[in-house]
């Protein structure tokens, strides 16, 4: 993959698990990285990491289901960097698990803020300044939930849903300007979601299910890495509007 030197990539959600990873990534391929998350301790925490290992990285604090802050997130950015290359819109929370008829107005209010609404305005303001340089990538996170149903998880899968909606009408919009956006979708990944998830109750659902993974694992947080950054890569130059499932096989079946 190309040098991704002189460039600059912004991370959501990027405190730890997969967001910290392709952080991380992104540094290693030579890009000043921005990573933001809405915990301010734990993501300066992952920003001096970097920086301890002699990558130039930026933490910023930003709640993505808040619009002004994203706005003056994408500003911080400008200002310090003078551009912006390459975003992954990451940032994601699980659901209260409900059948249908339970659900709350509140947790639906809350997952499609940050899952969905985040993801919108994240891609708004990165938009505004890649319009302006005639260059740059994103790649927004969906999940295995954006393409299959999912018992006691519709709000959730709703989000992710929508996320390849916004993707690929926002990928038609500004492919002939230069810019790409493209999803992910990851499958069970071992993260620190993941792990709450394990700590909440639902050890044996996930256990039943990595069962039938056909690779017979989690995926880590660093294989995520890998496609995202590809993504955002010239290796990537005609990928356009596409959603990349990255799940060991769980969604062939
Ligand atoms: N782990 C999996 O198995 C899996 C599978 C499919 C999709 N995903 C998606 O991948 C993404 C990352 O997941 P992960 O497993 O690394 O999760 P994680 O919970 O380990 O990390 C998510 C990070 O996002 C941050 N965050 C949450 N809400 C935020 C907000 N409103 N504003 C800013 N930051 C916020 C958290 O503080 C945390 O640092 C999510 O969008 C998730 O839905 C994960």
Not at 173 to 185: D, K
Request: a negative charge; aromatic letters at 8%.
């Amino acid at each position: 993959m190309e040098n991704m030197q002189n460039k600059v990539a912004l991370v959501t959600g990027a405190a730890q698990g997969i967001g910290y990873a392709t952080a991380q990534l992104f540094a290693e391929y030579g890009a000043k990285v921005v990573l933001a998350d809405y915990n301010e301790e734990l993501v300066n925490k992952a920003a001096q990491q970097l920086t301890d290992k002699g990558f130039e990285a930026l933490a910023i604090k930003c709640d993505v289901s808040k619009e002004e802050e994203v706005k003056a997130m994408v500003e911080k950015i400008v200002k310090e960097f003078s551009r912006l290359d390459y975003a992954f819109n990451n940032a994601g929370i699980q659901n209260i698990l409900a059948e249908a008829a339970d659900q709350t107005k509140e947790d639906f209010d809350r997952v499609i803020s940050v899952n969905l609404k985040g993801v919108w305005s994240c891609m708004k303001y990165e938009l505004q300044q890649m319009r302006k340089q005639g260059f740059g990538a994103i790649v927004n996170c969906s999940s295995i939930g954006g393409i299959l149903g999912g018992a006691m998880r519709g709000t959730y899968h709703a989000a992710k849903h929508g996320i390849i909606g916004l993707t690929k009408s926002a990928a038609l919009e500004y492919a002939p300007m230069g810019i790409r956006i493209n999803t992910i979708c990851p499958g069970m990944i071992y993260t620190p979601m993941a792990e709450k998830m394990i700590e909440g109750g639902q050890k044996e659902a996930l256990e039943a299910m990595l069962k039938t993974v056909p690779v017979k694992r989690y995926g880590q947080p660093e294989e995520m890495a890998n496609v995202v950054v590809w993504l955002c890569s010239d290796s990537a130059s005609f990928v356009v509007g596409h959603t990349l499932v990255a799940d060991g096989g769980y969604s062939i079946q």
